[in-house]
């Protein structure tokens, strides 16, 4: 019953492929989140919003992967070329600041890297 | 650096019995802790959340104690149902009023037998 849309739920990509998913937040949820989590059940912070702007994005990040939230449409995550060690769950989240860090997860966008 | 711990990493329990799950952290500045619930092939979903000034939370069969001198949480299901077989996260913030990152423990792999 996640009100947090992701999609495409699977893709396949090849390396060296550009991989995009897409969130819609909650709505009225002004910030979101984007978390990488692994086989091993690791969850790894990538990047959040407030409105458009980013505040917080990890190394990682800033070199292959790009993000943004543009008003009155999805937020979305890319990998601008995509390798084997990507094939992750990547989960999108949507908060609303100050509520103590309260996040609501999609259902995540599997990617697989052959 | 792991900076929340869990254990057991899986547990199993019959069915009626109370499953208890742990969790550690290292930072002294996190201040608000929440466990999601994640079943398979769906995100993780908020299950209940204790912020620390509070040793307790309770809400139906789901309690949080928590010791904030020995920085340690655990969660107790009672009456575990065979739908309670999931994987359990405990996650920890330092909640401000701004968007804050939660950082995950690698989880709990529950399974209650019928």
């Known amino acids: 019953n996640s009100k947090v849309i992701q999609t495409p739920r699977y893709l396949v990509k090849g390396q060296g492929q550009k991989a995009k998913m897409r969130c819609i937040p909650e709505?009225?949820?002004?910030?979101v989140f984007w978390y990488q989590q692994n086989k091993n059940n690791e969850f790894k912070f990538l990047i959040n919003?407030?409105?458009?702007?980013?505040?917080?994005q990890i190394d990682m990040t800033e070199k292959r992967f790009s993000a943004e939230c543009p008003s009155n449409s999805p937020c979305s995550l890319e990998i601008q070329s995509s390798e084997a060690g990507d094939s992750a769950l990547y989960l999108c989240?949507?908060?609303?600041?100050?509520?103590?860090?309260?996040?609501?997860f999609g259902e995540g966008s599997r990617l697989i890297v052959v | 650096q792991q900076q929340v711990r869990q254990s057991p990493q899986s547990l199993t329990v019959w069915e009626g019995e109370t499953a208890i799950l742990n969790c550690s952290y290292e930072?002294?500045?996190?201040?608000?802790f929440p466990w999601y619930q994640q079943f398979p092939g769906e995100g993780p979903a908020l299950l209940i959340s204790?912020?620390?000034?509070?040793d307790k939370k309770e809400d139906g069969r789901f309690t949080i104690f928590f010791n904030k001198r020995e920085k340690k949480l655990s969660l107790h299901i009672t009456d575990s149902q065979p739908g309670d077989s999931a994987t359990y996260f405990c996650?920890?913030?330092?909640?401000?009023?701004?968007?804050?990152?939660?950082?995950f423990g690698k989880g709990t792999q529950l399974i209650i037998q019928p």
């Open positions: 204790i912020r620390s000034v509070s």
């Open positions: 709505k009225g949820h002004p910030v």
């Open positions: 930072d002294s500045t996190f201040n608000y």
């Open positions: 919003f407030q409105n458009q702007e980013v505040l917080q």
């Open positions: 996650a920890a913030s330092e909640a401000t009023e701004g968007a804050d990152r939660l950082t």
């Open positions: 989240a949507s908060s609303l600041p100050g509520s103590g860090n309260t996040l609501y």
